[in-house]
Structures are given as C-alpha cells and as structure tokens.
C-alpha cells in the first residue's frame, strides 16, 4: 500500500476518480438519509444507524426468502437483544412488520416486513440504480483497467518471455542467417 502522500498524489487519475466516487457515494447516502423523511417508515428507520441496518436487515432476508427471527438479527448485527426487541415492538405496532410462528420450534417467531417496509427498500434501490450504479460502475471500469493493465505489464516483467530475451535474439538471428545462408562460414561450432 502507500507510504508517503506523495506516492498517493502520483497514482493514476482513473484510481483517484474511483476513491473520488466512493467518497461521492458514501456523501450522496448520508444525504438521502438525513433528507428522506417523507414518510413515517423511513423517519425511523433513518433516524439511527441501527434502526436503518435493521429496516435492511429485514428487507435482505424478505428479497432472499430467509427465515430470521430477533436473535440472529441481534447476533449478525452485533447489537443487544432488547434492542432488537424494542424495533420489532416499534414496528409492529407501526404495521411494518408481521411476526409469523415457526411450526418447526416452539415459540420462535420469524419476522417479516410488509408491504410499506418492502416498498420503502425498493424505492431505495431504484434510486441507487439511477444515481450510484453508473457514476460508479463507469469509474470503476476505469479504475479496473488501469490496475488490470499494471498488473499485465507486471506480469509479462516476471514472466520468462524467450523470444524477448537477448541470449534468444541472438539464436534467433544465428538460426535465420544460417536458413538464409547456409554457407560454412556462418554456421556456429558449438564448443565442448
């Protein structure tokens, strides 16, 4: 990695450009959040870090068909149970959420977002499609050629090339003088 602030200012523009946009990225999100409050669903969820992971969380698991229940979203999310109980109070009694019995155990339940929760998700990642993904994907082209083409020059640098090398130019001329003129006289004698 780096050393010196001078080793960072001499990196290609296209690497730049890429950390350029993931800053962009990481200020247009903050953005969103502190001014998407139009309604009451993301009011809350962008209130807290936690609440808003929480509100992913939930919508993850709805979008990937996965059973979750408040333990494994208090343990992936490395927060307190009760503070997980309290958002799935919270929601549940907002609508947003609807707490389904597994029939496999006990009194476990699996929570699952509705409608509004999902749609408001949605309404995100549409956003992030039209907004994030081509400044990005278009920076991150650029940035990926630049250090795939590093990367083949490195390569082709440690990578044995017989043609390229000087003792092979010189076989190679030896090998086409003799074709062209066979005669003695260029012909090499090997010594032993």
């Known amino acids: 990695m780096f050393t010196t602030i001078q080793e960072i200012d001499a990196m290609p523009i296209e690497q730049k450009t ?9 200020m247009k999100y903050y953005q969103i959040r502190k001014n998407r409050t139009n309604t009451k669903i993301t009011r809350y969820s962008n209130s807290t870090d ?3 992971a929480f509100h992913n969380w939930l919508t993850n698991a709805y979008f990937t068909n996965r059973n979750i229940t408040a333990s494994m979203i ?3 999310m490395n927060v307190s149970r009760k503070a997980v109980d ?7 009694a907002e609508g947003w959420l609807q707490k389904i019995p597994a029939t496999d155990q006990g009194n476990k339940f699996y929570l699952r977002p509705t409608f509004e929760a999902v749609m408001t998700s949605i309404e995100f ?3 992030h499609e039209e907004v994030i993904s081509p400044v990005v994907a278009d920076a991150r082209t650029a940035y990926h050629h630049v250090r795939d083409k590093k990367l083949a020059k490195t390569m082709k640098a440690i990578t044995f090339q017989p043609m390229e090398t000087a003792n092979m130019k010189g076989i190679e001329e030896c090998t086409t003088n003799f074709i ?13």
């Open 86 to 92: 309290q958002w799935v109070k919270d929601w549940e």
């Open 125 to 127: 990642f549409d956003w």
């Open 74 to 76: 208090a343990i992936e």
């Open 50 to 52: 936690d609440k808003k």
């Open 18 to 26: 890429w950390y350029g946009c993931i800053g962009n990225m990481i």
């Open 180 to 192: 062209i003129n066979p005669n003695k006289q260029n012909r090499k004698v090997a010594k032993g």
